[in-house]
């Protein structure tokens, strides 16, 4: 009944029947056939051709949660023949944001590939709720991410702390009156800027000002509306993105605020076109973490990755 399950994963997968016939290396017909023939093992239908693109009926549902668990024990498996071969083969799949992908994650590969060449490592740079669904479907092994996963699906091996800010435009005359509460970038590279002594920004002081917002299913996003939610004000959003190194951008350019994180403060060059401002404390801090799906089992070659990566995280 599972044979050539490969077959109906790959038409799940891509939702064409023609698209997993090209990426399978078989003709679309012959594909057609062999599905045919499986729906007729299982006696019931897998695919609503009815529908464009194509879907799972229930019976297919049913199917693919299945064919996801076999893959499961599969890699475990191939995992596990990996760890005996000490690191001479394996592979690592991490993802992460635009940010994560190329400031955080590259001084990590170098490490490792140093230490294990012979380790593949394959990194996926996406948003946060494709990230998780890679992730669930075990096409991810890790993804570096600040959002607050389900602990009943999700593992998480903190990283690093991070804080948001406010980046303001230097254009805006809202600056003039809190410069006194401006945080300087050396500060933020610092850590000093975490001081109690260093007072955040008066939040109201920023209402009806246009904001740069990341699109939902992101942490920042859900952290800047529960500050807005104590402040009993509403965003003026003019923009939503997906990546916050460009909404940053966006700002320098002097369209609007955004909510960016120390560690992209960290990562670009200083920029005079704009202005910084501490956040509070309740709401900006946040864990930076590696999270992996639950209960899945962690090769050798991931938990060195995460070995390594805490080794430079305390550099």
Known sequence: MFSNAEYVYEVYKERSFSRAAQNLYISQPA????????????????????????????CGQKYIEVVKQM?????????????????KAGVVNVGGSNLFTSCLLPPIISEYKNRYPAVEINVVEANTPYLDQLLMEGRLDLILDNYIFDKK?????LYRREDLLLAVPASFPVNRRLKEYQVSRDSVISGTFRSPDVQPAPFDAFKDLPFIFLKAGNDTRDR?????????????????????????????QGLGLSFVSDTLVRSVPADRHVCFY???PAVSHR??????KRAKYITRA????LNIADRLAQQ
């Open 71 to 87: 893959m499961d024990l599969q890699n475990g498996f191939v995992n596990y023949l990996n760890d005996l071969e000490d690191l």
């Open 31 to 58: 594909l057609s056939v062999t599905i045919k023939r499986i729906e007729s093992r299982v006696g019931a239908p897998l695919f609503d051709r009815s529908t464009n693109p194509i879907g799972l009926t229930d």
């Open 302 to 305: 991931v938990r060195e990755f």
């Open 153 to 157: 699906t999700h593992d998480s091996h």
């Open 287 to 292: 864990d930076l973490c590696f999270f992996r």
């Open 278 to 280: 501490k956040l509070d």
């Open 224 to 252: 800047a509306m529960t500050l807005f939610a104590e402040y009993k004000f509403q965003p003026r959003i003019i923009l939503e993105l997906d990546q916050q190194m460009t909404s940053y951008n966006v700002s320098c």
